[in-house]
């Protein structure tokens, strides 16, 4: 177990010139110790380069990885102690599932009886102790996952595990399970966990911490409910949620925030200028006509999705999406209504970062 | 699964004619005739007279067979005893990228292209103990080597040219079969812990079984029906020390004329050859896993 730090950058081209050439940009960031951590963006963002920093399959081109204040920027992943797992699972086709699982530990010269105990415990959280004796490579994708995962955690004294989209060949029933016994697992066995993904579904019910990337930059670290809440990049609100944070490009004058022709009272102090107004879909209310802080739209969509109502409006071009209770019948298609956009989650952006 | 019933339409049959004519006259017509040669005492051309199964009974009994079949099988299983682990070697120590890649694939798949009667006569020459590279160098250590006197120094030079020859075709096959191998797998035994032995015996041979099938069934099957190399180089000799199976057959067959016991004998030759390709495949499938994996060659 141990605390990671990183401060580095990572390009896969010699000399890098712009950001485009960096898979990782500069960056500073820490993993406590016993933490659950998701690293969360789009395919190509940077996340698997910087799991494959830290776990020492990728040196970094500039900068240092700390494992708990020592330098292991050069040190290979046994010496880092850390565990991994693959987006495919990757088991040894010619053992069976308990001496897949051992593998690991039998590398490291574990006593027999110790290694078969802990092998036994791990079989039975990942519920596979009924296979144990089969031979590995017969088995269903899913269940070779199960032992590309349990091989991850089988090792108590790992400095962290890092799973690299690991539920990808695991079918959606199964993904929950193994999800929720992932949580599990990291509060029985307190082990630092780091764990990959693109789906936000996924990361937000993993992670204590959520690092949400785009283009090779962490643009936020955050709890789910600061990522939901205050999203500090406009990256964020629009990737996070769904459907996503709604923006609405605004003026800042003398008279106070103006969209379109509409002015809007703003209780921060705003910086003058152009500037974005964002409110989750959650927030946006039906209001009654001149209600200050609302807008008329023009509805153009009403999406029925069960539990609510999935409202597409639109102010002088601009769209806004309302997740509405099924009951407001007053919502049509081609109807003129007055939303609430201005509240206590508004969230207001200049250059895509957070002003206030 | 359609439960409409289709109409029956028997001219479907005339699409498979074509692939039954090539196969008839390319397999099915030349082994009915051998097999019509085995049955009949060939006297002349024009006089033949049937004799049944005598032949085959003979030639099951015949000493000289026995003999050839026995080197036969020592010879083939030397082959794969040599080339299998060597080629293996070779496709574990070749690059993986770059120019370095390309250059020794080039290099090492030069003697594949070498037609058999070459490969026949280069052996003859660089085994010669006056002229050629080898025998020279042989004899200058104060080794009295001589391929076409000492029956073992010619059976050696057989195996030899044959590992010469072919030994880069399984390297080719294995280094095909490594090549195939997700970065994960090594990545993951890293982080495992394993040993480079480790990786060897439990991620790369276990991937590459299935090229390795069918490099074993190809190197068996070829060093099998081996003929014009050694019939260059030794002709057989000395005395009948390098006389494999088809060379035994072709001199009954041709040098004696005696149609007859050498078409028995095809037959069981082929027959041979079928049940060693039948246990071989079998029991290679066994060794791996699952056999679906077996045929990604």
Redesign the interface.
Known sequence: MARIDLDLAHAYKANPQHDSDYALLPLKMTFEDGGAYALLGPSGCGKTTMLNVMSGLLTPSQGHVLFDGRDMTHATPQERNIAQVFQFPVIYDTMTVAENLAFPLRNRQWPKDKMDQRVGQIAEMLEMSGQLNQRAAGLSADAKQKISLGRGLVRPDVSAVLFDEPLTVIDPHLKWQLRRKLKQIHHELKLTLIYVTHDQVEALTFADQVVVMTRGRAVQVGSPADLFERPSHTFVGNFIGSPGMNFLHAEVDASGLRVGSHVLDAAAALPLGAIKLGIRPEYVALTDAQTPGALPMLVSQVQDVGTHNIVTASHHGQTVKARLSTDSASVKTGSTVWLQVMGAHTCFYKNEEIVA | MSTTTKPVNQKAWFLILPVLLCVAFSAILPLMVVVNYSVQDIISTDRRVFVGTEWFAAIMRDEELHGALLRQLIYSFSVLAVELPLGILLALSMPATGWKSSAVLVIVSLSLLIPWNVVGTIWQIFGRTDIGLMGAALQGMGIAYNYTGNANHAWFTVLLMDVWHWTPLVALLGYAGLRSI?D??Y??A??????KF?VFR??QL??MRGVLVIAVLLRFMDSFMIYTEPFVLTGGGPGNSTTFLSQFLTQKAVGQFDLGPAAAFSLIYFLIILLFCFVLYNWMQQV???PK?GGHA
């Open positions: 997700p994960a797998y990545q993951a890293s982080i495992d812990g394993a040993s480790d439990f991620v276990p991937k791996g896993t699952e994996e």
